[in-house]
């Protein structure tokens, strides 16, 4: 079975990929949609003339060809634009094969995943906060919560740990002491102003506290690991293997999170998953879409004994991305049952993004 097209659809923070085959079986993948307009042409001009005519199967050997022999230009840009490819090659090789692809994965190891509610604001009132995380605990059953603390990296934006404080203050106090409390940076913070906010926020129990540093800066983060009584979570904007080995193997963090449709795809997260069991260390494959790339994160996690930490869901509100959501995800009491049909266990309406998404 090889591939025959690969087809870009994308629109308002959606990007899907098309991989059809010549025995008419179509795998469907996602990229992270940050930066659609550098990703679509690599995903053309660089991706596509490599992987037409190649066998679904031969998904070792079609990486080699597209991470490493375009060294020149590898980054998290490549492999964002790989990582949907790279899916989409895995969902048409699990339906050849009229499996789930958690079964070509390691088989199921878990039938459920716990979820955490994860906010992404940064712009709202510390009450608006509150109440708009509430109404996610309201309507999912969540045991767990996460929100933005800090300017987001990059932003240039001064920062105010006052302001982080009360933010949390105002969350802890409104979702009461037995619901689990996250916290993200997005890399806002010195090695120090991420201490300095620990010391003020430690009193509201943290149960995970998620790139308060500048995502590269390793040292910042075997510091903290060593030294603050909380776990440490990294590894969202991660794509190299280098890179998980040296966070994991030098003891940088507690928890880490490659990204499906960020780092390559699945067989580059399952790597970083086996690195965190050599190092005892908890796998979370982060994934923020509700949409293809959160079925592959869902199979990862079904079929990876690592992953046994509480998995994010995305309570931002997206007209687009509902109309176009899998009806194969259901969410009862805080759990979300992983898909259980051929592939990726979901059917995406084609009719529905030929409709409503651009097509390349």
């Known amino acids: 079975m090889r591939v025959t097209d690969i087809i870009c659809y994308f629109a308002q923070g959606l990007f899907y990929i098309k991989v059809e085959t010549d025995e008419g079986i179509n795998g469907f993948g996602e990229c992270s949609p940050m930066q659609v307009d550098a990703i679509v042409p690599i995903i053309r001009t660089v991706i596509k003339p490599q992987v037409i005519g190649q066998s679904v199967f031969d998904i070792e050997k ?117 619901c689990k409390l996250m916290v993200d940076g997005n890399s806002s913070y010195t090695y120090i102003q991420a201490v300095q906010l620990y010391e003020k926020i430690s009193q509201y129990n943290l149960h995970h506290y998620e790139e308060p540093c500048p995502y590269y800066d390793i040292d910042a983060y075997i510091k903290l690991a060593q030294t603050l009584p909380v776990p440490i979570h990294v590894g969202e904007q991660d794509w190299n293997l280098f890179t998980f080995r040296d966070f994991i193997a030098k003891g940088a963090c507690h928890l880490y999170a490659a990204d499906p449709i960020k780092c390559g795809g699945i067989s580059q997260a399952k790597r970083a998953a086996v690195l965190c069991r050599a190092f005892g260390i908890h796998y979370v494959p982060h994934n923020t879409t509700r949409g293809v790339g959160f079925a592959a994160a869902l199979h990862l996690a079904a079929s990876t004994p690592e992953c046994n930490s509480y998995y994010e869901y995305s309570i931002e509100k997206n007209p687009l991305r509902e109309q176009l959501a899998p009806k194969e995800f259901i969410v009862e009491n805080g759990f979300i049952r992983v898909p259980e049909g051929h592939g990726l266990g979901i059917q995406p309406d084609e009719e529905k993004m030929n409709r409503l998404l651009t097509r390349v």
């Open 62 to 178: 079609i990486e080699e060809q597209v991470m490493r022999k375009n060294y020149k230009i590898s980054g998290q840009l490549l492999a964002m634009a790989f990582s949907g490819v790279e899916i989409a090659l895995w969902d048409a090789k699990a339906k050849f094969l009229k499996q789930p692809l958690y079964n070509l994965l390691g088989g199921l190891y878990r039938d459920q995943i716990p979820l955490y509610g994860s906010s992404m604001s940064r712009d709202l009132e510390p009450e608006e906060e509150a109440a708009k995380l509430l109404e996610g605990i309201s309507q999912f059953q969540f045991n767990a919560v996460k929100i933005k603390v800090g300017p987001r990296y990059g932003s240039g934006l001064p920062v105010n740990l006052d302001k982080d404080t009360l933010k949390v203050r105002t969350v802890r106090e409104a979702i009461g002491p037995d």
